[in-house]
């Protein structure tokens, strides 16, 4: 368990920082120092959150997710079990912390695919910039679902927020097609994401080894001959 507690730790990543220059003697030096003072506290708060993320994937590659306490957690990152809940409201809140960050860039893939395609065309495309997205990330993505799955509180969790992926299909589907139907966009929404999760959890399987842009290509091949949206 060790090579894969060392290998999460690698996958993590450092929170880049900017560099700070020292105040200069002007009249008005005192602005740069109080800019200064509240970088240091971001940087200590980033260094803090880091800390307590390397320590959580570690322990839960050694322990497993269910074994492993916030106050474990806690004591690996050096903080307190109070100092926990200013940055992470629950257990579960590390591994799921950047979902409304990925869910939001998925829905900016999609505003710019409906800029140049139309019907599922544009969901297709930004489906692709996910996937080309998750396999940049691959080991982390894949050490993350390895955790999620060996849960069944989380993974019924991530289940529950799989709605929002499809809300965000659906969403667009309606803003491409004006004659369509709110139950008929929810419908080919949730067919999409269906042959989206079915495509991850194939590769997921494969550890990753297979192309996930290709698999999930095929997969939306199959809605390339979707019926007309009007209805």
Same mark, same amino acid.
């Not at 997969?219 to 209805?231: G, I, K, N, T, V």
């Given at each position: 368990?060790?090579?894969?507690?060392?290998?999460?730790?690698?996958?993590?990543?450092?929170?880049?920082?900017?560099?700070?220059?020292?105040?200069?003697?002007?009249?008005?030096?005192?602005?740069?120092?109080?800019?200064?003072?509240?970088?240091?506290?971001?940087?200590?708060?980033?260094?803090?959150?880091?800390?307590?993320?390397?320590?959580?994937?570690?322990?839960?590659?050694?322990?497993?997710?269910?074994?492993?306490?916030?106050?474990?957690?806690?004591?690996?990152?050096?903080?307190?079990?109070?100092?926990?809940? &200013?940055?992470?409201? =629950?257990?579960? *809140?590390?591994? +799921?912390?950047?979902?409304?960050?990925? /869910?939001?860039?998925? %829905? #900016?893939?999609?505003?710019?695919?409906?800029?140049?395609?139309?019907?599922?065309?544009?969901?297709?495309?930004?489906?692709?910039?996910?996937?080309?997205?998750?396999?940049?990330?691959?080991?982390?993505?894949?050490?993350?679902?390895?955790?999620?799955?060996?849960?069944?509180?989380?993974?019924?969790?991530?289940?529950?927020?799989?709605?929002?992926?499809?809300?965000?299909?659906?969403?667009?589907?309606?803003?491409?097609?004006?004659?369509?139907?709110? &139950?008929?966009?929810? =419908?080919?929404? *949730?067919?999409? +994401?269906?042959?989206?999760?079915?495509? /991850?959890?194939?590769? %997921? #399987?494969?550890?990753?080894?297979?192309?996930?842009?290709?698999?999930?290509?095929?997969?939306?091949?199959?809605?390339?001959?979707?019926?007309?949206?009007?209805?």
């Amino acid at each position: 368990m060790t090579g894969t507690r060392d290998h999460l730790l690698n996958e993590m990543p450092d929170t880049p920082f900017a560099s700070h220059t020292s105040p200069t003697p002007t009249s008005t030096r005192e602005v740069p120092h109080k800019l200064s003072i509240v970088a240091l506290r971001e940087r200590k708060k980033d260094q803090t959150r880091d800390a307590l993320a390397r320590a959580a994937f570690a322990l839960f590659a050694d322990k497993g997710y269910e074994a492993t306490t916030v106050a474990e957690i806690a004591r690996a990152a050096n903080v307190s079990r109070r100092t926990f809940f &200013r940055y992470y409201a =629950t257990k579960d *809140a590390l591994l +799921f912390v950047d979902n409304s960050d990925r /869910l939001g860039r998925f %829905r #900016e893939f999609l505003d710019q695919a409906r800029q140049q395609r139309s019907g599922l065309d544009h969901i297709r495309t930004a489906c692709m910039e996910l996937a080309s997205e998750y396999m940049q990330h691959r080991d982390r993505v894949l050490a993350r679902a390895r955790i999620i799955d060996s849960s069944s509180v989380l993974a019924k969790q991530e289940r529950q927020q799989d709605v929002q992926w499809e809300e965000a299909i659906a969403d667009s589907l309606l803003a491409d097609n004006a004659g369509m139907s709110r &139950r008929r966009a929810r =419908t080919l929404a *949730a067919a999409t +994401f269906g042959a989206i999760r079915a495509t /991850l959890a194939e590769w %997921r #399987e494969a550890e990753g080894r297979i192309e996930l842009d290709k698999l999930l290509s095929e997969a939306l091949d199959l809605f390339a001959r979707a019926p007309s949206f009007q209805a």
